[in-house]
């Protein structure tokens, strides 16, 4: 049987793959997470996954291997927002995406170790943040999540607080969109049975509890663009 092989050390993304009942195991392919200048967002943020994906098809050379490889951006209103790093950047982020609207993408990449087959697509999902306050920021600013998410900030994590809808997958804001993903898959040959990923395409309001269809997107304000 076919080794299915995460390029991530992220715990999200395993998360969200495991939920499918996929068996696969984690590569961390330790990639160097920069956009090549010059390019539209939506093909740098592919890129980057594919650079993740053949950094992991190296250390597998020869292997019956296939590997799913990811990254996710945040596009605000002044253009994209990688990992803040800091809390002083962090905090600067969220001030500039409180009360807007703002757009994720995640690139995914497959790629068959054996064959040098490799496909690549990109999600994307639209987010509106709520007004908080700033003691609401400091709090969420302190406690350390935001540093190593792209934005600044987790919609699956406490930082779903600071989130007032989503329109689109909420799996393609969590950091890896698993119905493209097993697309991609099947259109490099992995031969192993793939399962239907949930349609997470939904809008969702303040709490997990509410949901509405996305056909409702657009009398909120939320429509993809």
């Known amino acids: 049987m076919a080794d299915l092989i ?12 495991q939920r499918l009942g996929l068996r696969f195991r984690m590569v961390d392919p330790q990639a160097v997470e920069r956009f090549e200048p010059g ?17 992991v098809a190296e250390q597998l050379r020869g292997e019956d291997a296939y590997i799913i490889a990811a990254d996710t951006i ?35 990449c497959t790629l068959a ?26 709090h969420y600013v302190a406690g350390g999540e935001p540093l190593d998410k792209a934005g600044g900030y987790a919609v699956q994590g406490l930082g779903g607080a600071l989130v007032d809808a989503v329109a689109g997958r909420m799996d393609t804001v969590i950091g890896l969109d698993c119905q493209l993903a097993v697309r991609l898959l099947t259109d490099v040959g992995y031969p192993n049975p793939l ?7 939904l809008v969702l309001g303040k709490t997990a509890a509410t949901r509405r269809p996305l056909a409702s ?9």
């Open 74 to 108: 945040v596009v605000g209103p002044t253009g994209p927002l990688g990992k803040p790093g800091t809390a002083e950047r962090a905090r600067e982020m969220l001030t500039l995406l409180r009360g807007q609207r703002h757009t994720v993408l995640t690139g995914v």
């Open 217 to 225: 997107a657009s009398r909120s304000g939320l429509g993809l663009r």
């Open 113 to 138: 170790v054996r064959t040098g087959a490799e496909r690549m697509g990109v999600s994307r999902a639209a987010v509106r943040m709520r007004d908080f306050d700033d003691g609401e920021l400091d």
């Open 6 to 17: 995460l390029a991530s050390g992220s715990e999200r993304r395993h998360h969200l793959l």
């Open 195 to 201: 399962p239907t990923a949930p349609d997470w395409h």
């Open 39 to 55: 390019l539209c967002t939506e093909l740098a943020i592919q890129l980057v996954a594919r650079m993740k994906a053949q950094q």
